[in-house]
């Protein structure tokens, strides 16, 4: 399928790694590069489970932080709109195009509830509650702009961040929802992020079966109260399969699955191998630049070119090299063999896709060896 023709119009001067035709080794480096057969092949395979289980998917553009992405995504994946986790997240991607964001977070101060509020004039606009304080804010901003802001009551089920606990708490907030102005109470946000990188399969279902059940009671209580759920949202590239067919779920938010990484290789499925529904499809693009010491190289991505909290990154397709150490701006590897020469181009999986996305300006998209695509990272550094 070679639905990705789509580059926007560059402007000279600002950062752009590559150009459209230009073979992957004329990229400037470092660059961040997906290949667009194993993504558009990651999306295939996500919108054949939705299509099967019946649930939705709601994107998680936190991932990528590209209208361009997300708007495939809608497209090509049936995903029924896109969740983000900051207000200038959800602002620059509705301004490219999209039309139905959940900010999947709290949005609790003042100027920030304001941006949401007049945001709600442009696109469905939906956001996670978990303090009963926090919708008589909401309900103003909304009655100000005289728009309506949809809600979903978070639970914490095991993540031990944002959310209140299961049970009581979740009806008296939508109870308050539900009779304010401005505001619709939409149903439950119930991700449970801790459980994503869980390595072992057990262990992960176990996590995400108490959650379910959490969930389940809850509706249970908030319908006899006479609150219906549209959305009871949630699940992650590690445990959408739990989620999808748990048959309490009906909206899943998955965001790594399209890209992957060296952390989620690690992540075990029932036979105690690793999952493998998905492919690497982003790459850090890197070139060795130093090789005055036969074994060992470096190249020139380092801890300013990815995120390493996950680890560090692996490099695609060769086991006779390995990535060991970073600084600022170079990588070091082992080269026993004294294989590699200067410039040479090697293609790391790195250890954490999230992150290191909002490191760079652009998206190279490659076919084979060509380049056949730009994307600009839309939201990149919009923390706010």
């Known amino acids: 399928m070679n639905a990705i023709n789509k580059t926007h119009s560059l402007v000279v001067g600002l950062n752009v790694p590559a150009e459209v035709g230009m073979s992957i080794d004329e990229v400037s ?20 489970f939705i299509r099967k289980t019946g649930v939705r998917h709601r994107a998680h553009a936190k991932t ?7 708007l495939y ?32 977070n709290q949005v609790v101060d003042p100027k920030k509830i304001d941006r949401l509020a007049q945001l709600a004039k442009k696109a469905r606009v939906l956001v996670c509650v978990d303090d009963i304080s926090n919708v008589d804010d909401l309900s103003a901003a909304a009655s100000k702009h005289k728009v309506t802001i949809e809600c979903l009551v978070e639970i914490d089920c095991g993540a031990g961040r944002c959310g209140v606990q299961w049970g009581d708490p979740v009806v008296a907030i939508a109870r308050k929802i539900a009779a304010s102005n401005g505001l619709t109470f939409s149903g439950i ?26 969930v389940s009671e809850t509706i249970d209580m908030l319908k006899a109260e006479g609150l219906e759920c549209d959305i009871i949202g949630g699940a ?14 009906n909206e899943m938010q998955c965001g790594s699955y399209i890209f992957m990484d060296a952390d989620y290789q690690r992540v075990k499925d029932q036979s105690g191998g690793l999952i493998s529904e998905f492919e690497n499809s982003l790459f850090i693009l890197t070139s060795v630049m130093s090789k005055a010491k036969p074994d060992k190289a470096i190249c020139d991505a380092g801890l300013k ?52 996305c909002n490191v760079y300006d652009w998206f190279v998209g490659v076919r084979g060896d060509k380049v056949e695509c730009l994307w600009p990272i839309t939201a990149r550094g919009m923390a706010f």
């Open 236 to 249: 992650g590239t590690g445990t959408y399969y739990f989620e999808g067919e748990s048959g309490i779920y």
């Open 64 to 70: 990528h932080k590209s209208a361009d992405i997300a």
């Open 29 to 48: 480096t470092p660059a961040l590069i997906v290949d667009l057969d194993a993504f558009e092949n990651n999306v295939k395979i996500m919108r054949d």
């Open 189 to 214: 946000q119930a991700y449970q992020g801790a459980a994503q990188h869980i390595h072992d399969f057990e262990e992960r279902k176990g996590k995400i079966d108490i959650a379910v059940k959490q």
């Open 305 to 356: 070119a990815q995120s390493v909290d996950s680890g560090l990154p692996v490099i695609y397709g060769r086991d006779d090299i390995e990535y060991i150490k970073c600084a600022d701006e170079h990588g070091v590897i082992t080269d026993p063999n004294n294989t590699l020469k200067l410039n040479d181009r090697l293609k790391l999986v790195p250890g954490h896709c999230d992150p290191t």
């Open 73 to 104: 995504q809608i497209e090509h994946g049936d995903a029924c709109g896109i969740c983000c986790q900051k207000v200038a997240e959800a602002e620059a991607l509705v301004d490219g195009g999209i039309k139905d964001v959940l900010v999947s």
